[in-house]
Structures are given as structure tokens and as C-alpha cells.
């Protein structure tokens, strides 16, 4: 959060509410959290001013997208300069089946979760764009057997 935020028991149900459904009207949010709305949207627009709400997004389900295969990646790097490392995350970061990306502490280096059509096209892109980069030392990928929860 940009700003230190002191949040009470009506910030944290406006917040669990807008989590649940980012589409909810402010008259329908007052309601839930037993606010009338323009109390409630003050509320609302001191969270989104200190930047504990960020912002709203349509989740969008993979399949629709043709993307309906999620892979996780570590990645272990045998690069040591910055340059290269820069490069690798600027290059990485502009694959569109790259979908998170993260640096991590310790191994592996990198950690993605890439979203394709198929088994044929994580091969693809493992092949033609993971692969060949410089400083890549080792790829593992992780396939899930089943998802059981996911904030998205």
C-alpha cells in the first residue's frame, strides 16, 4: 500500500465483499457491510487513494482463451551479471503465455506460470523461447493434477 492504512472491522468486510465481486454497486456493498452508500463510498475511495484496493479486473476463464493448460516453471540461472539477468527477466516478461513471474529467494531463481492450449504448445514454447536464452542453466516444469483453490 502506498500509504500506512489503518483498516477496522467495516474496511476489512468492504474489502472481503469487493474481493468476492468487484462489480458489486455501492448501494448493494453499503448494504452488506450495514453502511448507507455515501458513507460507504468514502470508505471505499480512502481504500483506493491509500492503495489497499488497486484496482478491479474481469477474471477471465484460460479455457475461453484457447489457454486451458497452466504450467508451473522454476527456473535456475547460471548468470551472474546484472545485464544478463535484466535482459532475461525483460525477455521473459514480454512472452504472452507468460502469465506470472517471479524472482525468488534462493533456487530456484525464477518461478512462472505459463498458460498454452496444449501439451504441443508448452513444448513449443519451452522449446523456441525458454530454452535458448542466455544464462539459463535448468528448466523444471510442474504440470497440476488438480487445482484445489485459487484467488482467480
Request: hydrophobic share 40%.
Amino acid at each position: 500500500m502506498r500509504n500506512k492504512l489503518s483498516l477496522d472491522g467495516v474496511d476489512w468486510d468492504i474489502l472481503f465483499h469487493l474481493r468476492q465481486d468487484g462489480r458489486l454497486s455501492n448501494v448493494e456493498l453499503a448494504k452488506r457491510v450495514g453502511l448507507s452508500p455515501p458513507p460507504c463510498l468514502r470508505r471505499v475511495k480512502r481504500l483506493e487513494k491509500a492503495g489497499a484496493i488497486r484496482g478491479y479486473r474481469a477474471v477471465i476463464d484460460p479455457k475461453a482463451l484457447g489457454r486451458g493448460l497452466e504450467v508451473f516453471v522454476d527456473i535456475e540461472v547460471s548468470a551472474s551479471d546484472r545485464r544478463t539477468s535484466e535482459q532475461f527477466e525483460v525477455t521473459v516478461a514480454s512472452y504472452e503465455e507468460v502469465i506470472e513471474f517471479r524472482r525468488m529467494y534462493g533456487r530456484p531463481d525464477y518461478f512462472l506460470r505459463v498458460a498454452v492450449a496444449d501439451h504441443a504448445a508448452y513444448e513449443t514454447f519451452l522449446t523456441d523461447k525458454l530454452s535458448g536464452l542466455p544464462g539459463v542453466l535448468r528448466i523444471e516444469s510442474h504440470l497440476t493434477l488438480k487445482k484445489i483453490k485459487s484467488s482467480d
